[in-house]
Structure formats: C-alpha cells, structure tokens
C-alpha cells in the first residue's frame, strides 16, 4: 500500500464535534506534515512533527506521532464548517536529504452545521 | 508571508498544443521547487523536483521531454506540457522550499483540460 495512508476516507461530524484522522506511513522519517486543501484549491500546511516528537498543538489542532507503529493522528477540536476540507498527511522520508514529501490518499471532512 | 502563485489558474487547451505554467514564489527565494499532479479526489503524486540553477529531477514514469520545467530563477519555476493529450487533463500544483526550512508552501494549482 501506499506510504501515507490516511483513514477514514471520508468523515462527516456535526459542528462542534471533535475529528480524528489518522496516517501510516512506511519507511523511517524526518518528519511528518498534515495538510488541509479545500477543493479544486491548493494545499494549506497546518503543522509539522518530527520524528522525535509525540505531541503537537496548534490552535484546535492536535497531531501525534507514534514511530513505533508508523503512525500519526490529526485531532480537531472543537469543529467548525469552515474545517470542511481534505486533509492529508505526508512525509519526509529519512536520509533521503531531498526534503520531498509523499502524500498519502487524504481524509475528507464534511462538517456538518 | 511565504506566498506562492501559479498562472494561469484554469487553462483549456487543443490536443497537441503546449502549455505552459508559471510558480513564482512572491516573497521569498525557493531554492526548490515541486511540482505534483493531482487527479479528481486523488492525492498528490510528485512529478518532479526542480533546483534553481539545475536540471530537474524526475520521478520514475514521469517523461522529462513531455513535463519541461525550468527553474530559471529562485523566485520561478515553469512546467511546459508539450504537445498536450486529453490523459494530460489533470490539477497541476507546485510547490516551494526555503533553505533550511522542512516546509514547503503550495500555490493554488492549475487546472488543465486538454480537448
């Protein structure tokens, strides 16, 4: 399968509601980048994890990094309409030293008013 | 800050003609810059990576005489498809990196519809 794999595919939630979108990965990384892109629109970068971090918070946005399981989990808190949009996880693969990224499949959020 | 443009956003073209794609990073220099291929509720595939001053870096499949890019600048990258088929009809989106900086800044894309 594809490195960056993002699950569920698809969530719809009521506003006010928290979303989780999680993200696997392959190969060992230097970081791990979740991006938002409303459609037909380019993507918006929303917050970076090393790999020798666990947690991070952003605003409403919580990510955490698991590199045991090769894993990773976008929390949004607190959802708005306007958080309508896919997410996608990519990463940055270790040793690579080119800094590209591969993106995995993306979690589309409908939230609902 | 780190703001990227494409041009043109939308663009329609006859089969068998070129088309050509503008990045420019507004205000700040890209040292490189990518460029993706999305097709309609797909991820992102990387096409290429270009570096300013260099040849670009292909990824595997992708045909370098059919995807032209030139990095001419640290402020502009173009992706040129020549002789444009209806199966080149896809989003085009480049990206941007600072030295030093992990982040890479995305432009709004290019839709491109070849008839």
């Known amino acids: 399968s594809q490195q960056g794999e993002e699950d569920p595919q698809a969530l719809s939630i009521q506003e006010g509601e928290n979303a989780t979108m999680n993200c696997s990965y392959k190969t060992s990384i230097n970081n791990l980048q979740w991006y938002r892109q409303n459609s037909g629109r380019g993507l918006v970068h929303l917050i970076l994890?090393?790999?020798?971090?666990r947690e991070k918070h952003s605003g409403r946005l919580r990510v955490t990094l698991d590199t045991s399981k090769k894993s990773s989990s976008l929390l949004i808190t607190a959802s708005r309409a306007a958080d309508t949009a896919s997410y996608f996880c990519?990463?940055?693969?270790?040793?690579?030293?080119?800094?590209?990224?591969?993106f995995g499949k993306g979690t589309k959020l409908s939230v609902i008013p | 800050g780190a703001v990227v443009s494409q041009h043109p956003s939308r663009v329609i073209c006859k089969s068998g003609t070129s088309v050509k794609i503008e990045c420019r990073s507004l205000?700040?220099?890209?040292?490189?810059m990518f460029w993706y291929r999305q097709f309609p509720k797909k991820s992102l595939m990387l096409m290429a990576t270009s570096n300013e001053g260099s040849k670009a870096t292909y990824e595997q499949g992708v045909e370098k005489d059919k995807f032209l890019i030139n990095h001419a600048s640290l402020t502009l990258s173009t992706l040129t498809v020549t002789s444009a088929h209806p199966e080149d009809s896809s989003f085009y989106i480049c990206s941007a990196r600072v030295l030093y900086q992990e982040t890479q800044y995305f432009g709004p894309g290019t839709r491109l519809l070849v008839l």
């Open positions: 205000d700040f220099q890209a040292t490189t």
């Open positions: 994890i090393r790999s020798n971090e």
């Open positions: 990519a990463t940055d693969a270790a040793g690579a030293g080119s800094y590209q990224l591969t």
